[in-house]
């Protein structure tokens, strides 16, 4: 492995998520790159940037601590964008144009831009109104990292109507190609979060043909994750944030009253049986390095794929003046993040034109790896799962812009692996 941010555009996209980056006054970022919005979780709060070798990042800039960062952006006399870590180049860097459809309006006059919003380049959409942790009398029970209910309202529309959606990615999809929609809810009363979620779904799925995401808290009722199977989902995520329980209890403190770590760890092993993958997201940072190997550990062990997070502190949250992860640090959390889904021969990177600039994607996190000739099967395997997919979304797209859902399918058969067992229940869920 290098450790050099120069070679490794892993290691430089860790770093930057640890330490931020300052903006030179030479640098045209508003009038030519993306907004620099703060959405949905808030974790893309920065600054869009396209590092060596394809790689996406979302670097805080508007954090406290990015004011001492030793990496700096300026424009040089031949308009490119140039990265300097303590006044020593480090690479060219790119910065994606904001796309014409953030500036076109739905049918119902909803400016697009504030119903989702490209991270990398997929589209990220919170379709329903703020968690209800944010809520609760006569104290909030939100976890403190996260800025949802500072968001909502402000930089994005606080609900979205269906039709509002379908039009944004339908707009995304025809002008950026994008490939997957990722959905994502907090907290409601009686447990209504998929209730909401299931009309953007099936509209979605049926007038689009894209991939779909979907990351809830996990409902007490697993057979709705049958019938979300059964409408198409691919993919589901539950953000159980952190394998220590005292961590989670302490800064998730409603997830921890209402739900509990147990329920997001069932989630996520019943899914992974179920979907074509499954996530279990947390951050990095917060607790022990020991702790979140582990549940990088457990979540692999099971057949689910991690997602991991950098900890970012964000302006305006219970935890903004909390410090980031040091680097350094952070290197054996995503080289074990790597080798543990290679080992057990999961499907990671198999979607076509899904880039994610707010985490480290676990095929990216090869370059923290020394055992690149050990895992031939599964890149094999991978690049496989890769055509074939891309080859399911051309068909998909044509159908959907052709009419041909005239109604949900009543069952799906997975992109790889054995067909689920549970898909029948589905059947009898009303």
């Known amino acids: 492995m290098r450790l050099d941010v120069k070679e490794n555009p892993a290691l430089l996209k860790l770093d930057l998520y640890c330490k931020g980056l300052r903006i030179d006054e030479s640098c045209l970022i508003k009038e030519e790159g993306r907004p620099i919005l703060r959405t949905r979780a808030g974790l893309g709060s920065g600054l869009e940037m396209i590092l060596p070798d394809n790689v996406w990042t979302n670097t805080p800039v508007t954090e406290a601590f990015t004011k001492e960062s030793p990496y700096v952006l300026k424009l040089d006399d031949r308009h490119r964008y140039q990265l300097y870590l303590n006044d020593g180049h480090v690479c060219e860097v790119r910065i994606p144009k904001e796309p014409e459809f953030y500036k076109k309006r739905t049918s119902s006059g909803k400016k697009m831009a504030r119903v989702g919003v490209l991270q990398g380049t997929y589209l990220g959409v919170y379709p329903t109104a703020a968690c209800y942790y944010w809520k609760m009398k006569p104290k909030r029970q939100n976890c403190d990292f996260c800025s949802v209910g500072l968001n909502l309202g402000v930089e994005e529309e606080e609900a979205k109507a269906v ?38 779904v099936r509209e979605i799925r049926n007038r689009t043909g894209l991939l779909i995401g979907v990351q809830t808290p996990p409902h007490p009722d697993f057979r709705r994750y049958d019938r979300l199977r059964a409408m198409g989902v691919n993919t589901v995520s539950f953000c159980f944030e952190f394998f220590n329980k005292e961590v989670f209890d302490r800064r998730c403190p409603g997830k921890s009253h209402h739900v509990g770590l147990t329920r997001y760890l069932d989630a996520v092993e019943y899914c992974a049986r179920l979907f074509d993958t499954a996530n279990g997201e947390i951050i990095a940072g917060p607790e022990p390095v020991e702790d979140t190997l582990r549940a990088i550990d457990w979540i692999t062990s099971v057949g689910a794929i991690p997602t991991v997070c950098v900890f970012r502190p964000l302006k305006g949250t219970d935890a903004e003046n909390d410090p980031p992860p040091k680097t350094e640090e952070m290197i054996p959390i995503f080289r074990r993040y790597y080798e543990r889904c290679m080992e057990r021969g999961l499907p990671i990177g198999i979607a076509h034109n899904v880039e994610v600039s707010i985490v480290l994607k676990p095929e990216e996190c090869h370059y923290f790896s020394d055992h690149h000739g050990k895992y031939l099967w599964n890149k094999t ?40 067992k549970a898909l029948a229940a589905s059947e009898s869920v009303s």
Not at 167 to 189: K, M, P, Q, S
Not at 402 to 420: E, M, T, V, W
């Open 381 to 420: 395997k991978i690049w496989f799962l890769r055509y074939v997919l891309r080859a399911v979304l051309a068909v998909r797209k044509w159908k959907a812009d052709h009419d041909f859902y005239a109604r949900p399918l009543r069952s799906r058969i997975p992109l790889f692996g054995k067909p689920p």
């Open 163 to 200: 039709n509002d959606v379908v039009e944004t990615a339908l707009a995304a999809r025809d002008e950026c190609g994008i490939t997957y929609v990722h959905f994502n809810t907090g907290f409601y009363e009686n447990d209504t979060y998929l209730d909401q979620l299931e009309p953007y």
